[in-house]
């Protein structure tokens, strides 16, 4: 599977008039390679790819990590650097003879540019800056992929209905953001796919909320938004809900959000555009009289990352395709009150959409 | 403390020519501004500072972190942006007088630069790039500071013996790493500052093992590297003991890295030089036969990052001031026996130390 990747993307390497690409962002490191190593930020990489256009590629990493390079990065060509990656280019470079060698530009840092520039004037090579060359292969997932998000997703619904049955009056909104992500790895997730938002109250009016030893009562609202990673899959849910009996206020604007929910997930289809997509859920929040109190977008894609393309967004002219991954996840959030966001994840399809989510908490009251 | 901080870096922005300087770098913003958001890795930034040479900064974030940046950065002018950061930017910078503006090269994108470079074209604004500027702020800690890094290290400590306590075979090494990070959790600490290291056996041979499946069996080494975040601050330790009756090749060994590091730490005052110090304990480890087994540098400075200045490697010519605080953290690696590291906190004193911590697990059998 990796070796098809690999061919396809030296085509685009060679399409482009390039000699070479390297490949620094590590979902798509992992892949093309199937090398699952994790950075520790941008500032440590456990390895970068470096593909000629024509020839085997190479993983290029450090002692840390070759044992591990070697047993996953089956067919490519594993080197270990000690000085530093860019030392270890400058040898290579003119052996694979890359001469115009493009970079991700969207992930590197711009320190790292400088500094091969001085080397790449050393070897003659030109550095040409690309952006999402990887990622738009990665943005059509197949059916192989498509099986893991939906094992993600499953094993994340699986984490939230065994921490929601024990969530009572009393619990710390970090308690139970504990419970969620102790049960993920639990249950065999590889790790949180992002820091779990679990909001009580009015803490929910931040889209983004931070646990906080805040306690539950009866009757505060509970915001709940995690996502775990599966082999590399990312999976991404919210739901919203009341602990205890829902009033009357709460159950009005829950049914704003699940309408809103629901239209543009009937609007998904191949051909369809982002942005139209995010309008249907718009209008819908909008005309109940919520219009300001949605500021994020409608969705983003989900795949090796938990967010990426396409952008569900007011902004995106970008067509749907077959086999894209996204969110859909409205949201009103009235500070001072608190805030509601369901999401669930769907595939595109020829002339539709399958939702990847079967559970139903506090969707349809 | 901010205002402080921030006057100073005003000062450092003037003396460049800098009308003012932009901070990307999370830890740096937080340092600046007392706002303690978190990024979701480098792409997706929790705002951003923009510091004029003369007037009042601002912090510049979007509305899912509005609120919390209003409550946290207090005395800063908190601006929110809808289309992203460089569009709000093109309106600020005219306004606020900057013709030349400072960037942090080591902590932004390529792709990032690449667009302020077109905005900064239309404004009529020159982009500097700067490395360590507020880095360089930092590598020294106040009183205040090392007070916090101490809980950090103390909180740490506490949760290493409770989690010690339990070890027993039949564990596995990610129920180990597990209940290290579920503990630091339950006993407050924000979050694990990286991904505990534990290494059962010869895994102990990779010194950034990953932990696995790997059953625990008596006489096995157990090496464990665990820190903390507590408001803010990172902790860092290493213990090595041994499932049982430690062995007296383990002894030996042990007691080799113990005496480089009792050696390492004593060289260490004000005025010293990072190699010298990292020299005094790797000499003790090549003098005992295991030269070549070493294979990091002896320590690196901990802050509001785990990792940062003052690196204690052999190549750094750095000379140590007070307030600096470094790990030392000695440690001989076999492949197919394992590995024995040692790694304490200390304060660099006028006239030697200050060693942060008290626990003495297995450090001197």
Redesign the interface.
């Known amino acids: 599977m990796t070796a098809r990747r690999l061919a396809r993307l030296q085509a685009g390497i060679r399409r482009r008039g390039l000699d070479g690409f390297l490949v620094t962002r590590p979902d798509n490191r992992r892949y093309l390679s199937g090398y699952t190593a994790?950075d520790?930020?941008?500032?440590?990489t456990s390895g970068v790819l470096l593909v000629p256009a024509r020839s085997t590629p190479l993983l290029l990493t450090d002692?840390?990590?070759i044992?591990q390079a070697r047993e996953e990065a089956a067919g490519l060509r594993v080197e270990q650097y000690r000085q530093g990656v860019i030392p270890l280019m400058e040898r290579l470079l003119p052996e694979l003879g890359i001469s115009r060698l493009g970079?991700e530009?969207?992930?590197?840092?711009?320190?790292?540019?400088?500094r091969m520039e001085k080397m790449a004037r050393r070897t003659g090579c030109t550095l040409v800056?690309v952006?999402g060359l990887v990622e738009r292969m990665r943005v059509i997932k197949s059916a192989e992929e498509i099986a893991l998000i939906r094992k993600s997703v499953r094993l994340n619904e699986q984490v939230f209905r065994l921490v929601h049955s024990t969530i009572e009056p009393g619990m710390t909104e970090?308690e139970v953001a504990?419970a969620i992500e102790?049960t993920m790895?639990?249950l065999g997730a590889e790790r949180p796919g992002?820091?779990t938002i679990v909001a009580f109250g009015d803490n929910g009016?931040?889209?983004?909320a931070?646990p906080t030893d805040r306690v539950l009562n009866t009757g505060d609202i509970v915001l709940i938004d995690m996502g775990l990673v599966l082999d590399g899959y990312c999976s991404d849910m919210t739901r919203t809900f009341v602990a205890g009996r829902p009033g009357r206020t709460f159950l009005e604007r829950l049914r704003v959000v699940r309408r809103a929910q629901r239209a543009a997930t009937a609007a998904v289809r191949a051909g369809a555009i982002c942005r139209d997509v995010d309008r249907v859920a718009r209008r819908i929040i909008a005309e109940a009289g919520y219009g300001d109190l949605f500021?994020?977008a409608l969705g983003h894609g989900v795949g090796l990352a938990v967010?990426e393309e396409p952008r569900l967004s007011p902004r995106s002219r970008r067509k749907l395709r077959p086999g894209m991954v996204v969110t859909v996840e409205p949201g009103i959030y009235l500070?001072g009150w608190g805030g509601i966001r369901l999401e669930n994840m769907i595939v595109v399809r020829e002339d539709g959409c399958e939702v990847l989510n079967e559970d139903t908490t506090g969707l349809d009251l």
């Open positions: 994790l520790h930020g941008i500032e440590e002692s840390r990590f044992l970079f530009s969207d992930y590197i840092l711009h320190a790292t540019v400088l800056p952006t970090r504990l102790l790895r639990e992002f820091d009016a931040r889209p983004h931070v500021g994020h967010h500070p």
